[in-house]
């Protein structure tokens, strides 16, 4: 009798991540990513194609759920065709609906919140093999911290490392608090051991995420001036970032570092939401506009050529003319580098939601237009005065038709170079800026002979393309 063979079932589903949201979320569609490619999961490139499509959603404002809502209906087809496809979501919007998601949209299998990620394997097992609809979405809110190495495998030369989840400040526009819990920080040790194995895959910048960042370390003695001192430190890391700094924590201590610390770059995310007192009194943000600019005043005397970013939130409930002047004022004078400029969105359960007041939807959108021309323009003018200079970027990737190269230099400005081949990616290199504009800076490889070929192939879709993602 020919003897049988016994091997371990091998999984052949491909997978298909799709990430709406912030940066957190792209670092947990990250780590899901290696979760189920250890558990054998092949990706495919391709939504429809996938057996299991995993979308990783966001709530921060009513149109964001709105994107899964509308995708979830273009996939109800797909699913009655292939029953054997598998539906999930995991993210803000599977913690904030929970079981409610998985009752109004029959054709979906799985609900997992932020805290269950670690756990996506086991849950897809249960629907696959065990036939099963399920819903995950309990918080972790035992005590101030914890512990998930990040484990992700192909890291890329900049990578996003997320080192304290939840948020204690409860804005009162503000769902975060709602959807990912109470604050609780990582250990340095963790952290630095997970950036020493980033930098050993070739990463050479770390952004750390936070959504109140400057707080990380609440409850367990740590503070995150310790963490850069220790990333400071890891051989081959050369460039360290953080984010999101809210501009009542962020100390001097930490705004001293951008003078003294070589490896963390001159740029900050550093939101206002609004330039009037009355305004942030509403929105709970416990600051006033003379302390928010008394902070930008610190960090470019510690950093002369920083790059300051913001978000801006237009049309909160009760927003006179004047309020929005105030905003208008600040944008002007702090001359940001970047910014993402909102519509306030009422989210169910916030505070603002039961305020009354809201600013019709067609002053809200004059807001946001008035707003976006003071941005640009200083935008345009700082990008300006980068032309003939030669600048260090890190070059990340390739543009889908393979004209281009694009990296960032420390300000996190996008920088698009013409002359160089995939060898650059992952490495620093000297750029001569030759044009910009609103969205990015281009130019040559100070190393290489210019080619100025590709240099006017690339003319025509260069400037629509590659903004960063609001989050
Ligand atoms: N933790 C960060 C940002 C979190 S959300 C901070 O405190 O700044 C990202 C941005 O979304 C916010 O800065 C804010 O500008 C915007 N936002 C949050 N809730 C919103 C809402 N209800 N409507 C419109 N914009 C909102
Ligand atoms: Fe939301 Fe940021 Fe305020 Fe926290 S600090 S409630 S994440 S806006
Ligand atoms: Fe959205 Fe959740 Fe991030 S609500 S902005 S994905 S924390």
Do not use: W
């Amino acid at each position: 009798m020919q003897r049988q063979l016994y091997t371990q079932p091998i999984n052949t589903k491909s997978l298909h991540i799709k990430t709406f949201g912030c940066q957190m979320n792209v670092y947990d569609s990250n780590r899901m990513q290696s979760i189920l490619t250890a558990k054998g999961f092949r990706a495919e490139p391709e939504l429809r194609n996938a057996d299991v499509i995993l979308i990783n959603t966001c709530s921060i404002r009513d149109k964001s759920e709105h994107k899964l809502l509308s995708l979830l209906g273009e996939l109800k087809g797909l699913k009655e065709k292939d029953p054997k496809k598998v539906i999930a979501v995991s993210g803000c919007m599977g913690q904030r609906m929970g079981r409610a998601l998985l009752q109004r949209v029959p054709h979906l299998d799985l609900v997992l919140g932020p805290d269950a990620i670690d756990r996506v394997g086991e849950l897809l097992d249960g629907v696959i093999h065990g036939g099963q609809r399920l819903v995950e979405a309990k918080f972790d809110n035992e005590g101030r911290s914890y512990s998930q190495p990040c484990n992700v495998h192909r890291a890329k030369p900049a990578e996003l490392l997320t080192i304290v989840k939840g948020c204690d400040h409860f804005c009162t526009y503000c769902i975060v608090p709602f959807v990912r819990g109470r604050e609780k920080s990582r250990s340095i040790e963790e952290i630095v051991q997970d950036v020493k194995n980033f930098v050993a895959q070739g990463t050479t910048d770390i952004t750390f995420l936070g959504q109140n960042i400057n707080t990380y370390g609440k409850g367990t003695g740590q503070k995150l001036s310790e963490l850069i001192e220790a990333a400071n430190q890891v051989k081959g890391l050369e460039r360290i970032r953080y984010l999101t700094s809210h501009p009542r924590d962020l100390g001097e201590d930490l705004i001293n570092q951008f003078g003294t610390i070589e490896k963390l770059c001159p740029q900050l995310h550093l939101p206002f939401q609004s330039g009037s007192d009355r305004i942030l009194k509403a929105m709970s943000r416990l600051y006033n506009q003379e302390l928010y600019l008394k902070k930008i005043e610190l960090l470019r005397k510690a950093s002369p050529h920083m790059a300051i970013s913001t978000d801006v939130i237009v049309g909160f409930p009760g927003e006179t003319d004047e309020d929005f002047e105030a905003t208008l004022k600040v944008l002007d004078e702090v001359k940001f580098s970047g910014a993402f400029l909102f519509k306030y969105s009422p989210r169910p359960g916030t505070k603002a939601a039961e305020f009354g007041a809201e600013v019709p939807e067609n002053i809200k959108d004059e807001r946001l237009a008035r707003s976006q021309k003071i941005l640009n323009h200083h935008i345009e003018v700082e990008n300006k005065n980068y032309l003939n200079t030669v600048i260090p970027v890190l070059i990340e990737s390739m543009d889908k038709k393979k004209q281009y190269f694009s990296g960032r230099n420390p300000q996190n400005k996008l920088v698009h170079v013409m002359n160089i081949g995939d060898a650059s990616i992952g490495k620093i290199i000297d750029v001569e800026i030759t044009d910009t504009n609103v969205s990015c800076l281009k130019g040559f490889y100070v190393g290489a002979p210019k080619n100025e070929i590709n240099y006017r192939r690339i003319e025509n879709h260069i400037s629509s393309s590659l903004s960063p993602t609001p989050n």
